[in-house]
Every structure is written in C-alpha cells, then in structure tokens.
C-alpha cells in the first residue's frame, strides 16, 4: 500500500533517466539488501536532478522500495547530499588546524572581499556557494581548497583572488546552475528557490 | 635518518596508476606466493610481522583476521579509506599515487580470510582518489585479477567502491558498516564486533588502507623481517606526515620507533624561521597534544601510549612558538561538534559545551575559570559514549588545558589588556 502511494508521489513530474536506472540497477547488484545502495543512488540522483529536492527523495524511495523516512535520514545525516540549491561553483575552505597554521583565514576574508557573501550564503545571482570545510586531508599542501569536483593546494590570498575572478567570468556567461556540477542542465532548469531551505514535512 | 621506501615509492617517479606498471615493478608477485602458502599461511604471516592497525587504533591485524568465526555465513572485507582525520594524508598517497598496492593487500587479506565481496569505502571529498581507485579496479577486472577465478586459481572476489558523503564519523568502523547498509552513520554498540556482526549482520573485517598496503611487503620480506624494522611490539615502517609551522612539510616513511625529533627537523626541516616548537599533535587532532620537551620519545603505539597520547594516524602537526593556543583549541573544537553524530548526549551537548566556552575565550569573555570549566566538561564525555569520537573530542582540549596552562592564562590576560 505504502509503496503504491510513493510510486505515485514519483510520477508527480520527476523520472531517472534511462541511463540513471541502468546504473541503479549494476548498483543493486552490489549488495545484499536493496538499502545498501542508497547512498550511491542519492549520489547519482543529486548528479542528475542538482540537489536532493523533497520530490527527488520520494523518487529514491520508490525506486528502492524504502520508505520515505528511511530515505530522509539517510540524505538529512550526510552534508555533501544537497538539501537545499548551491551555487554553480562551490568555493569550501578548510579552516580547520592545518589550514588555518598556513593561513587559511586570509583566504575566507579574501573570497568574502571579493564575492559580497559570508561562508554558508549563497549569492544572489547563484553563481557562488561558500563554506568553510574541515579537514580534506592534504595538510602537507596547506592552505587547502575545493571548488566543485577541484582541489587547489598551497594556495595564497592573490592566487586566490585571480581564481575567483575568472570563475565570476566564467559564471556570467554560463548563468547559474541547477546546484551539482554536471548535472542535466537541459532538462533540469534552475531552481527559483535557490539559496532556500526545502521543507521535507 | 634512517629513511625507507618499501611502501612509499614516489622517488621512482613511475606512474603506478597504471596496471602494467605495477606489474612490472613487482606487482602481484605475491599471488603465487599467497596460493602456496595458504590462508593460515598467510595469517601466520601476518601474525609473525606484528602489523598493527594503521587507521590509528593499533590492533594486531593478524588477531583481528582470527576473530572471524568459523560458520559459513558469507563473509565481508571493508577497507576503511575514509581519511578525514584533521592533520591526515597518507592513505590519500596510495588511493591517488600507487593505487594497486592497496588493491594487492585486499586479494592477499580477502584469500586469506576466505572473504569474496570487498567494499572499499572512500570519503566523498577524494574526488581524485574515487577516479583513480575506480579507474584501477576496472583494470583488475579487465586483466582478470579480479572477479570470478583468478588468476585460474579458483578463488572468486568482487570489489566495489562505496563512497561517503561527509561525515568523519563514518571513519569509525561500525559508523563506516551502517553507511554502506544505506543508513545515517551512527556507531553502533559493540560487542557484537564486526568480525561476528559486521556489513548486513555478517562477519566482516575492517582494514585501514595503510595496513592492507603493507600486507604485501609483509609477505615478500616475511613477518619476521617485517617486525625487526620497527621496535618490539610496533613492528615494521610507517608512513608519517608532517605539517604545521615546518619548513618541509610532506609525507615520509620511517621505521616505528624513530624519534619525533628526527622526524620534525631532519624530514619536516625543522620550524617555520627556525622558531621554537609550542606544541605538537602527533597523529591528527583527536591525540593529546605534545609540549616540546616530549619529543624525543619513540614514534610508535607504545612510545605515545607511554606519555598518555597516542600514534595515531602518525601525521604530525607542528604548531610554532607565538602561535594563538586558543584559536587552535578552537578550531579542533568545532570540529569534533560538527562532525558528533549526536547519538549520545555526553558527546552532542558536551562538544557544543566545549566550542562555545573556547570561543568564548578567544572573544575575550571569559577568564581563567573556564580552563578549569573546560576540563570539567571533558571529564563529563570521557569513557561515556557509544564510540570513541566523545575521547577524540575531550582528550586534546584536556592535554591543552593541563599542559599549556600557563601560555593559555598568558593568552587570556593578553585579550584582557587589549
């Protein structure tokens, strides 16, 4: 009964591609249980749909006959599953003790100088997303940084500063994204409540 | 210095990302060897060398193989790759640099323990690591060294990468066994350990990458050769990093045992404009920091059990003298909050504690006290949790607040005045 309601809550606009369920289902094959490939589905479905929308979640949920619940606090618990729309780049900082020995406040203060957010906003064009990262474990090259899929070590203030002004470049003409890096532009346009918090209730 | 290159093999300048390299330089010599030798063989190996967990506990490899039970339950090998602890970088080596090491260990470990699915479980944040293990384990399959009878020897093993999403929690192994079952990473109550009730509630073993890298090296030098490298009890080489305020910073292999001193300042270069050291953490941030009058001892399990910290993942932070204690505090701090799962509420509420009296502190907004309040609220996590991430979060603010007591009396005058 339960599972009939969300096949139907799914249908409501929101399907994998062909190419996505072939991949869920090589995945499905990995493990005993059906549950064990939940997060690497929610990876492809955050690749595919940008970030991991209320509606998304129920179509997880029926794809792998899990509850809705289940499937919540899975995605609610891990904080590189997107709960809400990010940016087209996301700039994460470690700040964490390595980084922040070599400098990596000057960084921060640098990327807030130059995009006008603070770490944790998004900006108003959805261009940027900026956080603050723990540790991504390449101390020997701090300060460390992340943009999207991209590590970028030892890097200073200047350097820093060029980066983020190609990307605002770069940003302009390609517009905002849909919140993941790769995901299916053409088919999934931009989302107007970027920078919003969904409600999953 | 008596540097080594058994595990760490940059200074080739080979691109071991690629199969026929690998081969070439020695690789998967030891399948023949492992086939001859047998399972027990193999565990016997491993017993002889002494190799203990490199993920930063420290338990004997070989006795952890052993605990496995014998009934015919499908059994699981998970390698723990899920490097975030804050100061760490040495399994990134093999996953981005010599990715088949790792992979060599797991057939080797696997045989041995007659496991025939392996999930290595890999942080979410090593884009670069996920391609190049995926990229490798597509090789092995395609070359038969993975899959159904390889090699023609009979012995079937699927491998799969199972990536986390950005949790540090998920380094603790029961954490990490809940994730790859498709749920929030919470540890789980132990016993029943995993080698009974692991992944799917079946008997799993759990290797860091480091150790199952070594596994190889163990075999072709044999266990004994392996032990006598490094000092009773904490056998054969390390990798160990050093970073922090150091000249040098960098990944280097030494025996176990070898002075931090030595490490800092004939590896690392010695301080930043040749300033003196405040202190050190040993092997990422849950260890107990070090004053500089402790680094002589032996870096090894035991030499830092001895003066009440621990080896660790053995990457070595160096923080120079004038630096601000009270900020580093706090940076570890919000760490160990962020990432509390927030199942036991010792370690939920008391890392917030914890966080919000350091920043307190470095607002200027608290005196000597909250030292005394600091450690207060350690007490209170310490030993009462479900896993270790409640000793990962009060033990180094404990070591700070008891050993640097006076620089940090000197750093809470010094906000006063300003």
């Known amino acids: 009964m339960r599972e009939a309601k969300m096949a139907d809550s799914s249908a409501n606009g929101l399907a994998f591609s062909p190419q996505t369920k072939a991949r869920i289902a090589e995945l499905l094959t990995r493990y005993p249980r059906k549950q064990g490939a939940l997060i690497p589905v929610l990876w492809l479905a955050q690749e595919e749909f940008g970030w991991l929308k209320p509606a998304v979640l129920e179509l997880v949920a029926a794809e792998l006959q899990l509850s809705k619940a289940s499937v919540l606090a899975t995605a609610m618990f891990y904080t590189m599953l997107y709960k809400r729309p990010h940016g087209r780049f996301h700039v994460q900082i470690c700040t964490n003790v390595a980084c922040y020995l070599r400098g990596s ?40 940084l992340q943009v999207n899929k991209t590590d970028y070590f030892d890097v200073t203030p200047n350097q820093f500063r060029a980066l983020l002004e190609q990307l605002q470049t770069d940003g302009l003409r390609l517009g905002p994204s849909i919140g993941w890096p790769g995901a299916d532009e053409s088919t999934n346009p931009p989302d107007a409540s970027t920078g919003t918090e969904a409600s999953y209730a | 210095m008596p540097e080594h290159r058994l595990l760490l093999r940059t200074h080739l300048g080979v691109d071991f990302t690629k199969l026929d390299n690998y081969l070439k330089h020695g690789g998967f010599k030891m399948w023949p060897r492992a086939l001859e030798l047998g399972p027990a063989g193999v565990i016997a190996q491993v017993k002889a060398s002494g190799l203990r967990g490199r993920g930063g506990a420290g338990f004997p490899t070989g006795t952890k193989w052993g605990f496995l039970p014998k009934d015919e339950r499908p059994r699981y090998l998970v390698v723990n790759a899920d ?171 030494v025996p176990m045992g070898t002075p931090i001193r030595e490490i800092i300042y004939d590896l690392g270069g ?45 990457c070595i932070t160096v923080i120079a003298e004038g630096s601000d204690l009270i900020k580093v505090m706090g940076r570890v701090a919000k760490f160990y909050q962020h990432e509390s799962c927030g199942q036991c509420t010792p370690c939920r509420q008391g890392t917030g504690w914890l966080h919000a009296i350091v920043e307190k502190l470095d607002a200027g907004a608290a005196d000597e006290q909250a030292i005394d309040l600091l450690i207060d609220a350690c007490n209170g996590i310490d030993g009462n949790t479900i896993c270790a991430h409640g000793e990962a979060a009060a033990w180094p603010i404990r070591s700070i607040c008891e050993k640097f007591r006076p620089q940090l009396e000197a750093e809470i005058r010094a906000r006063a005045a300003a």
């Open chain 1, 105 to 144: 406040d000057d960084l921060v203060a640098t990327a807030v100088e130059v995009l006008g957010i603070n770490p944790g906003e998004t900006s108003e064009d959805g261009l940027f997303t900026l956080q603050q990262v723990q540790c991504l474990c390449a101390c020997e090259r701090a300060p460390t």
């Open chain 2, 83 to 253: 490097e975030g602890e804050p100061g760490t970088f040495k399994d990134r080596y093999f996953l981005e640099e010599d990715p088949f090491r790792q992979l060599e260990g797991i057939l080797l470990s696997a045989y041995a323990t007659n496991a025939h699915i392996c999930y290595i479980y890999i942080r979410g944040e090593y884009w670069n690591s996920k391609d190049v293990t995926e990229d490798a384990i597509a090789q092995l399959y395609s070359a038969g060294w993975l899959g159904k009878n390889i090699q023609g020897s009979g012995f079937d093993l699927e491998v799969y990468m199972h990536t986390g999403a950005g949790a540090y929690i998920c380094g603790e192994e029961t954490a990490l066994i809940e994730s790859i079952e498709g749920k929030p990473g919470m540890p789980r109550l132990k016993p029943p350990f995993p080698a009974n009730w692991g992944v799917f509630g079946m008997p799993t073993v759990v290797n860091n990458t480091e150790t199952l890298a070594a596994v190889p090296v163990i075999l072709e030098m044999g266990g004994k050769a392996w032990a006598d490298l490094g000092t009773p009890n904490n056998g054969g080489t390390k990798l160990v990093g050093v970073a922090g305020h150091v000249n040098k910073p960098g990944l280097f292999e």
């Open chain 2, 270 to 314: 010695g301080v930043l404009g040749g300033a003196d050291i405040l202190a050190i953490i040993p092997g990422g941030s849950s260890c107990p920091f070090l004053t500089k009058d402790e680094i002589d001892i032996p870096f090894d399990f035991d030499g830092l059990k001895n003066v009440g910290s621990m080896l660790g993942t053995a």
